[in-house]
């Protein structure tokens, strides 16, 4: 298993832009697949957006597509989760976690690391 904290989390405007951050620790997680996850009051933890430490392929959910980056910093072992033009509805608990692998998969439980979460609030 790996170790995943999350920070960056805070309220901005409608409109804005937040970074948040993930730093890996643990096994050698080169093999690894990092994603965001997200959780809104009363709604199920969904998806949002994922890559491969090796090559940096991404994906997203259509919901953050075009608004959200992921990226890596393999000398800081962090993962970047921009996030702009924020909505009311992206307001969530956002949560890092990791699998092993090369496929990319949008389950909750294809995941077996995850971090404590981050809150994200955007006001209208």
């Known amino acids: 298993q790996v170790q995943l904290v999350e920070s960056g989390g805070g309220l901005v405007q409608a409109g804005g832009s937040l970074r948040l951050s993930c730093v890996v620790s643990?096994?050698?997680?080169?093999?690894?697949?990092t994603g965001w996850f997200r959780q809104a009051p009363g709604k199920d933890r969904e998806f949002a957006a994922a890559?491969?430490?090796?090559?940096?392929?991404?994906y997203y959910a259509d919901s953050v597509k075009g608004r959200f980056t992921i990226s890596t910093d393999n000398a800081k072992n962090t993962v970047y989760l921009q996030m702009t033009s924020l909505k009311p509805e992206d307001t969530a608990v956002y949560y890092c976690?990791?699998?092993?692998?090369?496929?990319?998969?949008?389950?909750?439980?294809?995941?077996?690391?995850w971090g404590q979460g981050t809150q994200v609030t955007v006001s209208s």
């Open positions: 976690a990791a699998r092993r692998g090369s496929n990319f998969d949008t389950r909750e439980t294809a995941y077996d690391s």
């Open positions: 890559i491969r430490w090796s090559g940096g392929s991404t």
């Open positions: 643990g096994r050698t997680f080169s093999s690894y697949i």
